[in-house]
């Protein structure tokens, strides 16, 4: 525990019981713009939140600038799904291809703390083999770095949100700092309907605190996960990362969105970030640029980011930003139980298998799915039956007999596609800048995972003693977008996450994953921030200048 505090004390600097430490948000040091930072970040969600406590706490004097608000979780945040919707990115952007993907309430958001805000809590590892698919199964691509090298940070970020779970026993078998939490109806089901088909199911990995941690309380499993957290149980930046920053002399400019990233064409680096505040665009002088906004925002704001060297947006000399974006195919099915489940009653994530996650070579398909826990809330389950076409009166009687429903959700490894991109679209926002346009469709070996995954989630639910079931395709969770790769014709950033053509500009985001897994991403995605500071602290203290590339 003290080399954990020694890391990151953020659970230590929150109040005891809910609420944020106001004095560390009225006291936080204010950098001039004129006065040239080490490090401005863009976006102060997963990635960018985790990189600003690494940094700051190493003392480089850092700026995060986040679009969103600075939550206050007693006053933004209430118990209630409606009243939840301001928690989304819900600007504009446009979407096409074969398959579009609806974009808003399910796959981003937006405030310090970003998506993680919102997320669900399942803190999953992804599993070596997602390190090197084109080598293992001819599909997808390798990364330019191995599981290996990112089971340390794996570790260090487990212990900091913390994750709770039993001994995991699929990709690189480990334990959870956190004991599993107790399970409701619905993880019951999950696991009885498992058992009865053979497949081994695990309760965890949650990133709730199960038991108090710091000053932050045991979850009281109210089920209100995906609305933010009131009580301060499930992790999120704001209260994992964003703490322990102020703390350590970072400033966080909330309300501020970022347009562009400025570049000095003599010397081929990045000079800092230009953004909207209050109706003014200022410019934040830095020494280097990280950009976070998440997968849709990255390759937004770098194809925005054009100059006479980067007609094209700033590096993609070789077309490569904005492409092999991903989704997760997500299909959820529900069951209904002759008892009362009241899947409300709990964090939405409890129970897991990862049992079809790996390639079988007698499936038609390459790579897996994995299988979860879902809870709708009455909004969302009212989408999930009208979804099956119930309208009207059906509708109505599925909301009253709502008690009686289970729900599991599958996450299905999509596979990058080149022409599945971000693009800039003719319309712009309200501060005249070009939203992105995403371009987005499956390939056969998605459908046939969606259709595998189906059939899996129906025939536990059925073992389990469902009278009906009833299945809903839809995606989940954004990824690629600037991925990283061994080199500049494939990729946009290093396997230390620095761009190939500005050295002293990165990507430390969902948008630099090259394959997905069917595991949730934010774990990750943090774990490899983590990754990128230590590098960047690393070379600072051997001397070797911003801009200079080292491992
Ligand atoms: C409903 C839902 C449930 C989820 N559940 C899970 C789960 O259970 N497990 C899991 O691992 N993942 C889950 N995710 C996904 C996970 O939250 C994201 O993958 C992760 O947070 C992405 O991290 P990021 O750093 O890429 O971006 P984010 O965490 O989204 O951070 C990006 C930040 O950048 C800001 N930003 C964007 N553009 C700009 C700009 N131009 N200027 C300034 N700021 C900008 C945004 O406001 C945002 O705060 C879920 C997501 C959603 C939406
Ligand atoms: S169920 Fe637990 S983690 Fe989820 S919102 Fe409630 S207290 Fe927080």
Redesign the pocket.
Known sequence: MSTLRSRNESAWLLPAGPGSNLLLREDMRRFRHEEEVDIVI???????ATLLQRLSRAGWRAVA????PFWEPEQDWVSDEAGSHHLY?TEPRVITGKDPVPLG???????VG???V??????PRFHPSDFRTWSEDGVGADWPLEYAELREFYEDIEGELPVAGEHWPWGDPHSYPHRPHPVSGNGELFLRGANACGITAKVGPVAIANGRFGNRPHCIYRGFC?QGCKVNAKASPLITHVPDALAHGAEIRAD???TRVGFDEHTGLATGVE?VRGGLRRFQRARMVAV????I?TPR?LLNSTSPRFPDGMCNDFDQVGRYLMVQGAPQTAGRFQAEVRMWKAPP?EVSTEEFYETDPGKPYKRGFSIQTVSPLPITWAEHVAAQGHWGPALRRHMSDYPHWACLGALCEFLPLAGNRVTLAEETDRNGIPVACFTYSQCDNDRRLMSAAQKVMEQILTAAGAEEVITINRYA?LVGGARMAAGERDGVVDRNLRSFAVPNLLVT???VLPTQGSA????T?MALAARAARVLIRGARKGAPASEKED
């Open positions: 863009v976006g102060c969600g997963a990635g960018g600038l986040e679009a969103g990115w309430s399910n796959n981003s958001g937006r405030g970003g998506s993680m919102h997320f669900a809590g399942y803190t995906l501020s969105m970022a953004y976070a906004g998440y997968s925002e704001l994530p969770h985001d969902g948008s949730n991403p934010a774990l995605i």
